[in-house]
């Protein structure tokens, strides 16, 4: 007989196989011996009231034992003529080529950056020298943005796809298990290279191909049918089936689809900072103590407030992060935040960001918004003073419309400079955020404080620009054959919900 149950536990029980068996029985109400195993199905922190605790969905096997097999997926070697061209290799697009290797179907992936090792030495680059390879970055090479920018799997994305199945891939690669049950799953960035490496390797084993330093420079179409790309201006690649799983930072991309007359369409998007405190600031708060126990990870937020009907809302959270520069281009400022799998570095950030709507942007133009986008970016280079380095305000001076006197230790590593951010932030972004900010800090004792650094910009949270496609069919509504899929698409916003995405381009494929 099996059941399911919720029990709570202390922190410091969280790993106390007897204390889970205990609580178990409790709550089950029959003898502990009758309990021969259970499963942890969802684990997650409660920090609602002074004594923070832990819930655990579990099911209990009474009187039966029961060895539950993990899962695994298998992928067959290619044997086939029949292909689908993969345009980029993030999560979009590795998850679209395994589930191509599951239908049958050949994946030919193009990737425009380089593989996770050849990578790092940009990345350094970035940090440490401030130079911009615009080929290989943080958001461009195997494993696209998220690779290097965190690995957060939480996703509401639950009526898109199975969830499950993305996680349990990532573990079959190499994640730990713990992504399948925590309500917050986290890989960490000092983990993803080797997973999605391992991935590739994967789809390479199965008769998949895998280009990288491949960079989709047009598309081979006969009338309103695709038959292939072109890669590096030079070499021809033919398909029927091409999945545009680009991402949101790749601006050649849509203004490739313009030039071709491939219907576009200006999407709205969020602007606003990076802002990082002191992660001692976050724990105390989060969870009512002066000293975060060892029992419990550091913590993170969520903030969300209307101004003016206008939504103002935290971003991509990172718990013991690092602020990172993640510009695409030469001459422009783009920040995002990432953390490693222990999330012990001193701070937490997050992006903090206000919408943006069609109608603050007048025009046509289907790149208006990303032209706007892009202003904002080459800005905040300027104002800067090159070399990547970030302006930058404390929290209470920007409020208050103060030039910091000086700046506090954080994480970005090009450096900042002590700048009024509304020389850079649209005027209703900047009121927007100065309302807003104060309001959070009710919500969340120690968060308005002038310890809090805000670092500029965080642009690059969802596209400025959707490709649109047939809610049934996945294909574009001009060009047959043509899949327009996750980020870059306008149709995912993460590492999970990408993945499932890619997966139904291929299904559409298959059923296609």
């Not at 576009?264 to 990082?276: D, N, Q, S, T, W």
Request: glycine share 8%; net charge positive.
């Amino acid at each position: 007989m099996q059941k399911e149950i919720e029990i709570t536990l202390a922190p410091e029980q969280i790993t106390n196989e007897q204390q889970i068996l205990k609580n178990l029985a409790a709550g089950l109400k029959i003898a502990q011996n009758r309990i021969k195993s259970f499963k942890i199905l969802k684990r997650s922190i409660d920090a609602r009231s002074r004594k923070v605790i832990y819930r655990l969905q579990v099911r209990a096997f009474i009187d039966e034992i029961i060895e539950e097999q993990s899962q695994t997926f298998n992928y067959p070697k290619i044997h086939t003529n029949k292909s689908a061209i993969i345009v980029g290799a993030g999560p979009a697009g590795l998850f679209a080529a395994l589930q191509c290797l599951e239908n049958g179907i050949k994946p030919i992936i193009i990737e425009r950056g380089k593989d996770v090792k050849q990578r790092r030495r940009d990345l350094a680059a970035i940090n440490k020298q401030g130079l911009v390879n615009t080929e290989s970055n943080y958001c461009y090479g195997e494993g696209g943005a998220g690779t290097y920018s965190d690995g957060k799997l939480y996703t509401r994305s639950n009526k898109r796809g199975d969830i499950n199945k993305v996680l349990q891939v990532f573990v079959q690669h190499g994640a730990q298990p713990d992504i399948l049950i925590d309500a917050r799953p986290h890989i960490g960035t000092n983990k993803l290279p080797q997973i999605i490496t391992s991935i590739r390797e994967t789809i390479e084993n199965a008769g998949g191909e895998v280009h990288f330093d491949a960079k989709l420079t047009d598309f081979i179409l006969s009338k309103d049918h695709i038959k292939g790309v072109i890669v590096n201006n030079i070499t021809e690649i033919l398909s029927d089936h091409v999945i545009l799983a680009t991402g949101h930072s790749a601006r050649d991309i849509y203004e490739l689809l313009q030039q071709r007359n491939i219907l576009i369409e200006a999407k709205p998007f969020a602007l606003g900072v990076r802002i990082e405190h002191p992660q001692q600031i976050i724990d105390s708060a989060q969870y009512h103590c002066d000293i975060r126990s060892e029992f419990l990870p550091p913590a993170y937020y969520s903030m969300v407030e209307q101004v003016n009907t206008r939504g103002v809302f935290s971003f991509c959270m990172c718990p013991g992060g690092i602020i990172a520069p993640c510009s695409t281009d030469l001459h422009e400022i783009v920040v995002n935040g990432w953390s490693p799998s222990k999330r012990n570095n001193p701070f937490a950030n997050s992006g903090t960001v206000v919408q943006i709507t069609l109608d603050d942007v007048k025009g046509d133009d289907p790149l208006r918004m990303l032209n706007f986008q892009s202003q904002i970016e080459q800005l905040a280079f300027k104002v800067g003073g090159g070399n990547l380095v970030a302006p930058a305000q404390r929290m209470i001076d920007f409020v208050e419309n103060k030039l910091s006197a000086d700046l506090p230790k954080n994480s970005y590593l090009p450096g900042t400079k002590s700048v009024m951010l509304d020389q850079i932030l649209p005027t209703f972004v900047a009121d927007s955020l100065k309302a807003a900010l104060p309001l959070f800090g009710k919500k969340m004792k120690g968060y308005y404080t002038n310890e809090a650094i805000l670092v500029g910009v965080e642009s690059r949270t969802s596209s400025p620009v959707r490709i649109p496609r047939d809610k049934e069919t996945f294909q574009h509504p001009q060009i047959k054959g043509l899949y327009p899929c996750a980020e870059g698409a306008g149709y995912a916003g993460g590492i999970v919900s990408a993945a499932i995405d890619g997966i139904n381009c291929a299904n559409a494929i298959l059923n296609k």
